[in-house]
């Protein structure tokens, strides 16, 4: 819904600018009546004038509505973490600070745009992708950089083996669980999927596997309480190439032909 009404905004705003240009061109059109020259300067001039009034009445709106949004909101993650005692300030030259710890770690800027059913909302560079009212004073997250590229060169470069002490769901991790594992020297660490296209592995493991992972690949040794292993080893990804949107879609559709 939000797209169409964004979509309505922009719409409204290429009928204004457009209308005079179209007369424009009526007027400049070489074989042409001299009453129709008259009108077609009229509605040019008529036009140009609205379209001015509507942009010197939108920046004036925009400017006292903009006030409502200064000041501080909790930020919850940053560049694809969570982010504890984060905040963004927003200043009145639509720009923002990051905080965090009530230090300045970076900056942004920010806009107004206009819906044609709610009226104004917050836009953010990295925004996290829906409209941002004045309330509540909240932002889901604020990403600089690639998180699905990030995620997968850190599960690339993992590498451990241990013991599986417990799977839960400790977040969305892509639809599957994290992986708690005790290594050798006593500590319990976790291992999710930090990208959508990670092999699905959790169906293959139970608490008490002793779990390891080479690293800079994709290959897991699984042993059950047993004894008996399983190796699950997949394909060494390029991650720009996993973090394709259009080349994932691409990559599922042909394995769904193939099953056909």
């Not at 705003?13 to 009546?33: A, D, I, T, Y």
């Not at 903009?66 to 940053?78: E, F, P, Q, T, V």
Request: glycine share 6%; proline share 2%; hydrophobic share 35%.
């Amino acid at each position: 819904m939000g797209n169409f009404t964004v979509l309505g905004g922009l719409v409204i705003k290429c009928f204004v600018v457009g209308l005079p240009f179209v007369f424009l061109l009526l007027l400049l059109r070489k074989k042409k009546s001299r009453l129709s020259t008259t009108f077609s300067l009229l509605f040019f001039l008529l036009t140009t004038a609205n379209a001015i009034r509507f942009f010197v009445s939108s920046h004036d709106r925009k400017i006292e509505v903009s006030k409502k949004y200064l000041g501080l909101y909790k930020l919850n993650r940053l560049d694809c973490n969570e982010c504890d005692n984060c905040k963004i300030d927003l200043h009145s030259d639509f720009k923002y600070d990051i905080i965090k710890d009530g230090k300045i770690i970076g900056n942004g800027k920010w806009d107004l745009e206009i819906n044609p059913e709610t009226g104004f909302y917050m836009e953010l560079d990295n925004k996290p992708g829906y409209m941002i009212y004045e309330t509540p004073r909240e932002i889901e997250t604020i990403d600089r950089i690639d998180c699905c590229l990030k995620g997968c060169n850190e599960n690339m470069q993992d590498g451990f083996s241990g013991k599986i002490v417990d799977i839960e769901l400790n977040g969305n991790h892509f639809g599957q669980k994290t992986i708690f594992i005790q290594i050798a020297n006593g500590d319990t660490i976790q291992y999710y999927p930090k990208y959508l296209a990670h092999p699905w592995i959790e169906n293959k493991l139970q608490v008490g596997d002793n779990f390891s992972k080479v690293k800079q690949t994709m290959n897991f040794t699984v042993i059950n309480k047993k004894g008996d292993s399983t190796f699950l080893n997949y394909k060494t990804l390029n991650c720009e190439d996993a973090c394709n949107t259009d080349k994932m879609l691409s990559n599922f559709k042909d394995s769904l032909d193939k099953t056909r």
